[in-house]
């Protein structure tokens, strides 16, 4: 898989992946994630990227051409599955998506900032466009860097143990289980018994039943879904 990530600040957005797990990744070959400055793109002598919004109002928004002519670039060396826009109003992002996502080959993620982009960025350049929350970030940067983690981390190879992904909170629907390790009893604090015994079958339907309670204490609403 390969990840474009657009931004006018590169450095928010490169320290995600130059450590732990997103890092080997890249060093095993499973992922390539590539952080493109916007600004090399502007064609003014300032290097902007962005403008007054027509019809007047607070806030600067981002123009269509470096934009235009980044994705252009960007397209000239491979083919994009997507190209997707972070935005507060975008579909809202959950472990579906992530899921959806890991299958692409090309994904390009802009960056938003200020008041947003020119409306035809939008219409014309983009083909999906995601929020991580109902929430407003200063910039798409953190935004696009969860997105990428969540995507990444279910490449086959990413995690040593393959099983792992697909038992992660939200996978079947449920929340993740709780779990524990040594010691088995801290300050009198106790690991529950059938953790201990040994019994495969009695520990996999404890951690389901756990699973289905947790969710109904904690999400409900996944329940119904
Ligand atoms: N940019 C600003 N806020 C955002 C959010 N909640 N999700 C995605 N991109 C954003």
């Not at 600004?39 to 109002?57: E, V």
């Not at 088995?184 to 289905?212: F, M, N, T």
Request: one cysteine or more; hydrophobic letters at 40%.
């Amino acid at each position: 898989m390969h990840i474009d990530i657009i931004t006018t600040l590169p450095k928010l957005v490169e320290s995600p992946f130059s450590d732990s797990i997103l890092k080997r990744a890249q060093t095993k070959g499973l992922v390539t994630v590539n952080v493109v400055d916007l600004r090399a793109y502007s064609t003014n002598k300032h290097r902007t990227t962005d403008d007054y919004a027509f019809g007047g109002g607070a806030g600067m928004v981002m123009t269509i051409e470096p934009i235009d002519n980044c994705i252009n670039d960007l397209k000239s060396k491979r083919a994009y599955d997507e190209v997707i826009y972070m935005s507060p109003d975008g579909e809202l992002f959950q472990q579906s998506i992530a899921n959806e996502l890991s299958l692409k080959q090309n994904l390009i993620l802009l960056c938003g900032h200020y008041k947003g982009v020119d409306e035809r960025v939008r219409e014309h350049l983009v083909t999906r466009e995601i929020s991580i929350g109902d929430y407003v970030l200063s910039g798409g940067e953190l935004a696009a860097a969860v997105v990428a983690d969540a995507v990444i981390r279910l490449l086959p190879g990413v995690l040593s143990d393959e099983t792992s992904a697909l038992s992660d909170s939200f996978q079947a629907g449920l929340v993740a289980p709780p779990v524990y390790t040594r010691p088995a009893e801290y300050k009198g604090w106790k690991v529950p018994d059938v953790l201990l015994s040994g019994h495969p079958a009695k520990i996999e339907e404890w951690r389901h039943d756990q699973a289905i309670e947790r969710t109904r204490a904690r999400r409900p609403g996944l329940l119904d879904q």
